[in-house]
Each structure stands twice: as structure tokens, then as C-alpha cells.
């Protein structure tokens, strides 16, 4: 039921006035132009809130200020809509079956001195005079607004409706216990995490402490320099085991290796007739696995374990000082080695149980570079009589081509 509204100010309160009077519960309102209408409903129709006006709907989607139309609906019916001056025609909000529908269409717009439609919109089957619009593309979900849904008129609450908010209530507070509880348990659990992370994070100081020879303080454990080997440390220990390998063994002669913090991995070549066999025996015992026999069959690769101090959690210099002294280091030796940044990731907060989100980290206040060099020195003699804190070498690989060796370096610098 659909009409006019005479006070634009208080429509609202008209609204309820009406509906109170005619035994109304649920309103749509329009707002035309120049007026306002309410469309009237009850809801023991079956219609609730939460719905849509189809007619205020079907208005609001269209942009024309005087039509009618007939929408095919999915079941099967038809509904027929017409706007005039931008309002709902009243009686012209209807749904039907087919042959109902078309008469009433025919019969609403025969009267052009009365009230005439510009547009009109049906499905071509009617062949009437208008073109057909599809329902389901006027009104998608994401059309429909707010101003077309249905409104209660009234706050008073049938029986049904008591016995439902009643439940309701017994539902929320049933919920409520349920829900303190649970923080109450994920308070213990995220007491129970943190404890244990704490433990961990004592369990990897005490590591770091053995690794390094000295204690270190907890922030050590948020600076990768803290845990790689010192460059003294490591070059004895990575070069130290290159040194140690045999030039040649079983007939295989020594072509290359790598050493990074934990492992050690060579490779020979076959000369003469020599086999494979001849290698495993040659090797056997004195590495701690057998050899791999890499593609082709003329090489083959051994490997084995290292293990190496911490560098301790070095006092940072600012860059550029830093790189002023390693890079005139090398210069002296007619060496220049490759620095790149690395871009450093913000660290990420454990998130205990209970909690929606941690707080984020402060960022870093070092940067971190990386630097590769290449030299027929080999690297003791390179880092020889320096020692600059916040860098540290990362692996070391050496290369022969007949008598001539050839050193490659990795490593990284931290700096504030």
C-alpha cells in the first residue's frame, strides 16, 4: 500500500502514525523529486525487516523518471512496477501470473491524458511496445542499498517473537560463560608459550655463549653476526680443511672446493685409466662418506663436516667508517671486492595464544651488505693483521687450473 507523505521533516513520524492507524508493521520509504511516499506492508504477509522493497528497488535501479515495466521472477511469476514523476504508482506494485500481469500492463498504460510512461519495459514475448530488462542484472546484491530495505515501524514484540528473544538471550548468555572461559584458558596457554619460548631463547644464549667463549647478552640473539664464525676462526677452519686435501688420491686429482660454516665439498678428476672403484678404496676411511659420481663419470664429489665458533655480538661501526677501512685494506693488496645492501626484514612477533595480533618489533638499526671477492692469494693472506667488527665471511671456494690456484670469497658486513 503505497502513499504520499505530507510532512518531509518528520516522515518518519507520519510513517508510524499511518501504520499505527491501519494496522500496519513494516514500511519502505521513497523519496521522490518533489514528495515523499511509504509503502506499507504487514508482516503477516511474510514479509519481515531485513528484506527489500521490490518496487523501491526496481525505482532506484532504473534512472528514469516515469515508466513501467513486467520482470520475469525466478519462479516463474511476473511483477509489474511503474514510476511516475519518480514516485511508485500505487496499485502498480504487483506479481502475478502472465496472463493477469499483461493485462494490467495494457491497461495502466492506455491512458496517456491520466498518467503517460515514457519508458516501458517487458519480456519480448509480450510483444508489447517496450524492450525487456533482466531482474537478476538490475539487482545484483551489491545494487541493492539500504534506502530499499524495510523498515520496522513499531518496537512491540508478538509472543512468538518474546519466546525467540528469550532463547536468544539464554543463547548469548550461554556464549558469554563459553567465551570467559576460553580467554581464561588461552590466557594460561599464552602463559604456558611464553614461558616456553623464554626457555628457548635462555637454551640459544647458552649455545651462543659455548660457540662464542664468552657471554653474550640476550639482544645477541637478534643479530645474525652474533651466531657466524669470526673471520679468524673461520679461515682457520676453512682453509685449514682445503689445505688438508690430498692434491691428488687413487689416481684422481684435486679440481676444486667449497667450505661455508658446517661443510666442506671437493671435487677431482679422473686421469689416466683410473676408475671410480679405485677412488671409493683410495678415499675409504678417510673421509666420512663414500664419493658421489657426478655427471659424466670423469668427476666425482666428496664432502665433509665442519664445525666452527661464533664471532660473539661485535659493537657496530657506522658504514661508511667500515667501509672506508676494509675497502683501503684491499686496495692495499690491489684487491676489489663487490658490496651489495641487503635489505633487511623487519622482525615479526610471536603471537601467543589469546592474542589477535603482537605488537609489531621496533625496525633494525643496522643494515646488513654483502661482499664477494677473487684472488690467486689465498685468504689468510688477505685478512691477514685485520680485524673489523661486523664482518664476517660466509663461505670460501677455491678453483685449480693447473698449478695456478684460484680464490673466491663470500661474506657480509653489519653496520650501524
Not at 531482474?135 to 539500504?146: H, M, Q, S, V
Not at 667488527?389 to 677455491?398: F, K
Amino acid at each position: 500500500m503505497w502513499q504520499p507523505l505530507s510532512k518531509p521533516r518528520a516522515y518518519m513520524s507520519e510513517a508510524r502514525e499511518i501504520g499505527k492507524r491501519d494496522d500496519m508493521d513494516i514500511v519502505a520509504i521513497r523519496l521522490g523529486a518533489s514528495m515523499i511516499q511509504a509503502g506499507f506492508v504487514k508482516k503477516g504477509n511474510g514479509v519481515s525487516k531485513g528484506m527489500y522493497s521490490l518496487a523501491s528497488a526496481l525505482a532506484g535501479q532504473i534512472q528514469q523518471e516515469s515508466w513501467i515495466g513486467v520482470f520475469l521472477l525466478p519462479n516463474e511469476l511476473y511483477a509489474l512496477v511503474a514510476v511516475h514523476g519518480g514516485l511508485i504508482v500505487p496499485g502498480c506494485d504487483v506479481v502475478g501470473g502472465r496472463e493477469e500481469i499483461f493485462n494490467l500492463l495494457r491497461e495502466k498504460d492506455s491512458q496517456p491524458k491520466i498518467m503517460k510512461f515514457d519508458k516501458a519495459y517487458h519480456p519480448d514475448d509480450f510483444e508489447y511496445r517496450g524492450e525487456a530488462l533482466d531482474i537478476e542484472d538490475l539487482l545484483t546484491p551489491g545494487a541493492l542499498r539500504k534506502e530499499y530495505a524495510l523498515k520496522p515501524l513499531t518496537f512491540g514484540l508478538t509472543r512468538r517473537e518474546m519466546v525467540t528473544l528469550g532463547c536468544a538471550g539464554v543463547v548469548i548468555l550461554c556464549a558469554a560463560v563459553g567465551y570467559f572461559q576460553w580467554t581464561a584458558y588461552q590466557q594460561r596457554e599464552a602463559a604456558r608459550e611464553a614461558a616456553r619460548l623464554e626457555q628457548v631463547r635462555l637454551q640459544k644464549l647458552a649455545e651462543l655463549n659455548a660457540l662464542a667463549g664468552a657471554d653474550q647478552p640476550i639482544q645477541a640473539l637478534e643479530h645474525p653476526w652474533a651466531t657466524m664464525p669470526g673471520v679468524e676462526d673461520f679461515l682457520n677452519g676453512c682453509e685449514g680443511a682445503i689445505d688438508s686435501l690430498p692434491l691428488a688420491i687413487g689416481g684422481w686429482t684435486f679440481e676444486s672446493s667449497l667450505c661455508n660454516a658446517s661443510t666442506v665439498e671437493s671435487v677431482f678428476n679422473r686421469t689416466g685409466k683410473t676408475t671410480f672403484n679405485n677412488f671409493i678404496a683410495a678415499t675409504q676411511k678417510k673421509f666420512p662418506a663414500p664419493p658421489v659420481l657426478m655427471e659424466g663419470g670423469d668427476r666425482a664429489g666428496l664432502g665433509d663436516e665442519i664445525k666452527l665458533g661464533a664471532g660473539g655480538d661485535d659493537e657496530l661501526l657506522p658504514f661508511d667508517s667500515l667501509q672506508a677501512d676494509f675497502t683501503s685494506h684491499l686496495q692495499a693488496l690491489d684487491l676489489k671486492a663487490e658490496i651489495v645492501e641487503v635489505p633487511v626484514a623487519r622482525p615479526v612477533a610471536a603471537t601467543l595464544p589469546g592474542e589477535k595480533q603482537a605488537p609489531q618489533p621496533p625496525a633494525p638499526d643496522w643494515k646488513k651488505f654483502s661482499f664477494s671477492l677473487t684472488s690467486a692469494n689465498t685468504p689468510k693472506y688477505i685478512f691477514s693483521g685485520v680485524s673489523l667488527p661486523g664482518v664476517r665471511l660466509a663461505e670460501i671456494s677455491v678453483i685449480r687450473s693447473g698449478t695456478q690456484l684460484t680464490w673466491s670469497l663470500k661474506g657480509e658486513i653489519y653496520a650501524r
